[in-house]
C-alpha cells in the first residue's frame, strides 16, 4: 500500500504564503512523477504543478511565477512554495504520483487527501 499525506494548508490572508508538503510512504520501488493539483467549489480539479521528467517542471500560467515545486527524494517529498497567495487560490490541493511499487510491475496512480487553502481577508 502506497499512501501520500499532504499538509501545510490553512488560512491566509492575501499577498500571504504558504508551503505544503506531500510524502509518499509504503511500499514504493521507485517515483516517476509527483505534483500537485487543486479544486475550487463548483469547478473541476486542475493542474497547479508537476514534474515532467527529471527535474523539469510545468505550471499553470495562474500560478507562475508564485508557485514553486521541489523534491527531496531521499525523503520521498515533494513541496509546494505559494507565494503572492490570491482569493482565486482557494481551493482544496492534492498530491498526485505516479508509483512503481515493485521492481517490473506497471506504474500507478495515487493521491492525497486533499489539504484545505484558503486566501481571504
Known amino acids: 500500500q502506497v499512501q501520500l499525506v499532504e499538509s501545510g494548508g490553512g488560512l491566509v490572508q492575501p499577498g500571504g504564503s504558504l508551503r505544503l508538503s506531500c510524502a509518499a510512504s509504503?511500499?514504493?520501488?521507485?517515483?516517476?512523477?509527483m505534483g500537485w493539483y487543486r479544486q475550487a467549489p463548483g469547478k473541476q480539479r486542475e493542474l497547479v504543478t508537476t514534474f515532467i521528467g527529471g527535474d523539469n517542471t510545468n505550471y499553470a500560467d495562474s500560478v507562475k511565477g508564485r508557485f514553486t515545486i521541489s523534491r527531496d527524494n531521499a525523503k520521498n517529498t515533494t513541496y509546494l512554495q505559494m507565494n503572492s497567495l490570491k482569493p482565486d487560490d482557494t481551493a482544496v490541493y492534492y498530491c498526485?504520483?505516479?508509483?512503481?511499487?515493485?521492481?517490473?510491475?506497471?506504474?500507478?496512480?495515487?493521491w492525497g487527501q486533499g489539504t484545505q487553502v484558503t486566501v481571504s481577508s
Open positions: 509504503g511500499t514504493i520501488f521507485s517515483i516517476n512523477t
Open positions: 498526485n504520483a505516479h508509483i512503481v511499487p515493485y521492481r517490473n510491475r506497471p506504474t500507478y496512480i495515487y
